[in-house]
């Protein structure tokens, strides 16, 4: 696979294949090793990702083909579906990535796959398929709804994913996106199209915030529009959950492509970063917040957010926790992983008498018991409460602050104290959070602060004791410019849990620079590394498994 490349439009398979091309099909030829490693990458267009299919001549079943997709960056092997009587939907399904042995008869590096492999692969999922075209096709009959509830949480545990890689669902998934998507849960899965991304758009943009007091839809103060009940974060969570959904239906042949993927960047990341920091003493807004007449709502709402202020957490790892979590012996909250956005466990310190007072007259007097066990059950329906529990009660504690915010600025403000006392290593810890996260979302710039640091650094400066003139004429030896400061933390850079494209881009990273050890890079270039890719899957959705891998920071 040599370095060699050539643009899609130049790309002709006589140039590089003399023997066994089909007299016919001009994309078809006998695959041979020595043949396949002449074919040249193609050149890499701005904004375009091109690729050249090129069939099996002599591998071929009826209703499948054999195929190699030749793109900027590798060859790789896919067994293409042709729709008819025998197969129920055409699609396209990847086999692996080329290598072939060295001159020593080494195997291909881990990921790839030789040619051999690829046939053996080729045949063992074409029989599958002929066993499955007609359960396909009486699964893309099913509703929706009918797939999530039967089917899809088996496919999850049996079959890996589109990366590859076996990821079985997480709980409470499918719940959720019965709940997401309320008016496409019952078409059938065979019905989706690439449309329905803009329906879910029109869907969510008409859904608006109201004031609790006029009924009216809360304007955004910058573009003075309605506010949506879904931020682009949360549309991204359903598109990616519904997207994953459909990716399996595709890779077990229930529909021909997943047409709405790809469309990751219409929902992108957040980009708000807060310049709001609460500036309230803990235990004056929190007896504020449980004793003033002024503070509406119920004793539980006020729990989430004295919860949220005392300990930075997220309001959702507040009102989806359990009873059993709350420990007023210790004074602590733990926080499982199901209902932490990383699906990382932590647990926290409350150390306030006014909360814990009030937590046990809510438990005494408000709490009913219920059979999940959670702390703040709905009184509406099975399962926990929602956001509306805490509305009323941030809606007459905001005043109290005199700032304009929203309710998740304590988080903010919460974050700001801990990185300003014991680092921004240390608040990522306690938020649960990655340093990258706590740096881009909580750190905030301090002008006055910034100016007397520079001043103090310059003032230094002028009192070291100036060097000799012949320091200056014969100047020491320097160490290199690429070495890192000794003292500089050194992280984990596991290359074997990467996904595949996440290496492809930290193999290119590293190159030239220099690594204390194998697996191990330096803190600063680590978080430049998780910076590129977060990029790079912001303007193209490099998957699934990435997305995972991100959260993962």
């Known amino acids: 696979m040599g370095l060699k490349r050539v643009k899609k439009e130049d790309f002709v398979l006589s140039d590089y294949v003399k023997n066994g091309l089909h007299t016919k099909k001009s994309t078809s030829f006998v695959f041979k090793v020595d043949e396949i ?9 701005e904004g375009k990702d091109e690729t050249v299919d090129l069939f099996d001549y002599s591998e071929s079943r009826k209703g499948f083909s054999l195929v190699l997709r030749i793109s900027h ?15 129920a939907r055409g699609a396209m399904r990847k086999l692996g990535d080329f290598g072939y042995r060295t001159a020593n008869r080494s195997r ?9 492999e690829a046939r053996k692969k080729f045949h063992e999922l074409a029989d599958q398929l002929m066993i499955q075209s007609e359960e396909a096709r009486e699964v893309a009959d099913l509703t929706i709804r009918d797939y999530l509830e039967t089917l899809y949480t088996h496919d999850r545990d049996n079959y890996s994913v589109k990366s590859g890689k076996h990821h079985p669902l997480k709980p409470g998934t499918v719940e959720q996106l019965i709940q997401a998507f309320p008016h496409w849960i019952d078409r059938k899965v065979g019905d989706v199209k690439k449309e329905w991304v803009q329906e879910f758009v029109d869907h969510w943009d008409s859904l608006h915030l109201k004031d609790l007091e006029t009924g009216k839809p809360v304007l955004d103060p910058v573009t003075n529009k309605p506010v949506s009940t879904n931020s682009s974060e949360t549309r991204r969570k359903k598109y990616t959950m519904l997207n994953a959904m459909f990716n399996m239906c595709a890779k077990r042949g229930y529909i021909p492509s997943n047409p709405i993927d790809g469309q990751i960047g219409r929902f992108p990341r957040s980009k708000f970063k807060s310049d709001v920091s609460y500036d309230y003493v803990f235990e004056e807004v929190i007896e504020h ?5 002024d503070i509406k709502g119920s004793l539980a709402g006020k729990i989430v957010i004295a919860t949220m202020i005392l300990t930075g957490a997220r309001n959702a790892e507040v009102y989806k926790n359990y009873t059993s979590n709350f420990d007023s012996k210790e004074r602590t909250m733990f926080i499982p992983a199901e209902i932490s956005k990383n699906n990382g466990q932590r647990k926290v310190k409350i150390e306030n008498d006014t909360y814990w007072e009030f937590v046990a007259l809510y438990l005494e007097q408000n709490h009913f018991i219920n059979q999940f066990g959670h702390m703040f059950p709905s009184t509406k329906k099975n399962g926990h409460a929602t956001e509306a529990i805490y509305r009323p009660v941030w809606e007459t504690l905001k005043p109290a602050f005199n700032q304009e915010g929203r309710l998740y600025d304590v988080r903010h403000t919460f974050a700001r104290r801990v990185t300003k006392e014991f680092g921004i290593s240390q608040a990522a810890e306690v938020l649960g959070d990655s340093i990258e996260t706590a740096h881009n979302h909580y750190v905030q710039g301090d002008e006055e602060e910034k100016f007397a640091n520079m ?33 500089e933390q050194i992280v984990e850079a596991n290359e074997e849990f990467m996904p595949e494209p996440v290496l ?10 220099v690594l204390p050890t194998p697996n191990q890079i330096y803190a600063s ?29």
Do not use: C
């Open 455 to 487: 001043a103090a650094i310059q003032q230094t400066s002028r009192e070291i004791e100036k060097p000799a003139q012949a320091d200056f004429e014969t100047p020491a030896k320097e160490p290199p410019a690429h070495q890192q400061d000794s003292s």
């Open 73 to 87: 960056s590798k060859k790789t092997f896919y067994l293409k579906a042709r729709a008819g009587k025998t197969v």
């Open 108 to 116: 291909p590096a881990k990921g790839l796959i030789e040619l051999s």
């Open 37 to 45: 490693k002449k074919l040249p990458l193609l050149d890499k267009m």
């Open 504 to 513: 492809w881009l930290f193999n290119m990273f590293k190159n030239g620079k």
């Open 289 to 293: 917040l449980f004793n003033s007449e």
């Open 525 to 553: 270039q680590w978080q430049h590394f998780v910076g590129f890719v977060t990029k790079k899957h912001e303007r193209s959705d490099l998957g699934e498994e990435v997305e995972d891998w991100l959260m993962m920071q």
